[in-house]
Nanobody, 114 residues
Framework: VQLQASGGGLVQAGGSLRLSCAAS????????ISWYRQAPGKQRELVAAITRGGSTNYADSVKGRFTISRDKTKNTVYLQMNTLTPEDAAVYYCYAHIELGGYWGQGTQVTVSS
């Protein structure tokens, strides 16, 4: 499985960004795709996840502002991020959960100016 994350950038506080995570390879083996983020000096944390069946879950800090979705035709998972704050600034990673482990995509930087 290979994951290609994109869509990061610089945005003003209150603005929006949409991240994309395109999967390729043995995508049939993927059970869940998650978005994580890691800010400088902090641990990597789960932001949102979507299962094969379409169920979603979110970190409390992003509920109501972020939406995870997918386009099966494009093998792509999206993270729509609205009302961004400086606390959302981090490197965002997508992760594909398979039966015995998983795969990380490369990170995409999100910078939020106040």
């Amino acid at each position: 499985v290979q994951l290609q994350a994109s869509g990061g950038g610089l945005v003003q506080a209150g603005g929006s960004l949409r991240l994309s995570c395109a999967a390729s390879g043995s995508i049939f083996s993927i059970n869940v795709i998650s978005w994580y983020r890691q800010a400088p000096g902090k641990q990597r944390e789960l932001v949102a996840a979507i299962t094969r069946g379409g169920s979603t879950n979110y970190a409390d800090s992003v509920k109501g502002r972020f939406t995870i979705s997918r386009d099966k035709t494009k093998n792509t998972v999206y993270l729509q991020m609205n009302t961004l704050t400086p606390e959302d600034a981090a490197v965002y990673y997508c992760y594909a959960h398979i039966e015995l482990g998983g795969y990380w995509g490369q990170g995409t930087q999100v910078t939020v100016s106040s």
